[in-house]
């Protein structure tokens, strides 16, 4: 099964119909390795469907997002979105961020065990972890 197909049942699971445009969608983010802007998929779908309006992009990229097919971030003050690299629920891992193009590299080491050790007597309900900066192809 396609990671496609995975998301797809992943969708009806969650009460969303199938529809092509979901399916573009979807695929247009699974090719790419980066961070893309809600702008560059609306543009991306209006290529292939016509008018199609932003609002109803954002809220697919966010739903999508709620459901773990994506995942997002804030990236100079704009959500970005990616295609969830990893569908294994239990692959915990974090990534590095091209500032300039979006790219991305998986990071396999968590700091969260250092941190634990910062604060005791905490209880961490979740993190987030991003390193940014300049790929090699954008320095």
């Known amino acids: 099964m396609t990671k496609i197909d995975q998301a797809m049942v992943t969708l009806k699971e ?3 119909k199938k529809t092509n445009k979901r399916e573009k969608l979807l695929t247009f983010l699974a090719t790419k390795n ?6 560059e ?18 809220r697919n990229l ?16 704009e ?8 569908q294994d629920k239990n692959h915990h891992h974090h990534h590095f ?6 790219k991305t590299q998986e990071l396999d080491l968590c700091p969260m065990n250092f941190f634990k050790g910062q604060l005791p007597g905490c209880t961490i309900e979740g993190h987030r972890f991003e390193i940014l ?3 090699a192809d954008c320095q």
Do not use: P, W
């Open 14 to 16: 969650h009460g969303f």
């Open 41 to 58: 998929v609306q543009e991306y779908m209006e290529g292939e469907f016509g008018s199609i309006s932003f609002d109803t992009i954002y």
């Open 62 to 77: 966010h739903d999508f997002s709620e459901i773990g097919l994506l995942e997002e971030t804030d990236l100079n003050g």
């Open 97 to 102: 961020i091209c500032t300039v193009c979006g």
């Open 79 to 86: 959500m970005k979105f990616r295609f969830h690299c990893c």
């Open 34 to 39: 980066r961070y893309v802007a809600a702008k």
């Open 133 to 135: 900066g300049r790929c």
